[in-house]
C-alpha cells in the first residue's frame, strides 16, 4: 500500500472526520465561554468585590517609565482563565450528564421477544427435516 493511498485511508476515516468537527465545535465554543466569563459573569463579580477589574489584576515585578516595558505577573488574566476552565467543565459534565440520562431512558429489552406463528412453523419443518435424514 504507498503512502498517499494509505494516508488518504486513514484521513476519510469517519474516526478522523468526528475529531475534526469536535476540535473546531470546541474551539467555537471555547470563544463563547470566553466571551460568557470575560463579559458577563467578571464585571458583577468585581463590581461585588468593590469595582475591581479583573482583567486588570496584575503585580509589578519590573517598573518602567513606558507601560509596554514593564513586567507584569498579571494574576487576574490567570483568574479569569480558571473561570472559563470552570464553566466549560460545568457545560461538558451537564452535557454529558444530559447524554447519559438520555441513553438510561431509552427501553432494554432483556429478552428476545416471542418468535411470530411463521418462525414457529419454520421451526417446526426444520426439525422435521433433520429428523428425516
Do not use: C, H, W
Not at 471555547?30 to 458583577?44: L, Q, R
Not at 498579571?74 to 464553566?87: M, N
Request: no cysteine; proline share 7%.
Amino acid at each position: 500500500m504507498s503512502f498517499t493511498s494509505e494516508f488518504k485511508a486513514f484521513a476519510i476515516r469517519g474516526n478522523v472526520i468526528d475529531l475534526a468537527v469536535g476540535v473546531v465545535i470546541g474551539a467555537a465554543f471555547n470563544k463563547i465561554v470566553s466571551s460568557f466569563v470575560a463579559d458577563v459573569v467578571m464585571p458583577p463579580l468585581g463590581l461585588a468585590i468593590g469595582g475591581v477589574d479583573f482583567a486588570k489584576l496584575a503585580v509589578v515585578l519590573k517598573p518602567s517609565p513606558d507601560p509596554a516595558q514593564a513586567v507584569l505577573l498579571r494574576y487576574g488574566a490567570f483568574l479569569q482563565t480558571i473561570f472559563d476552565f470552570v464553566i466549560i467543565a460545568l457545560a461538558i459534565f451537564v452535557v454529558v450528564k444530559i447524554v447519559n440520562g438520555m441513553r438510561a431512558a431509552q427501553p432494554v429489552n432483556a429478552e428476545p421477544p416471542a418468535p411470530t406463528g411463521q418462525e414457529l412453523l419454520l421451526a417446526e419443518i426444520r426439525d422435521l427435516l433433520r429428523d428425516r435424514r
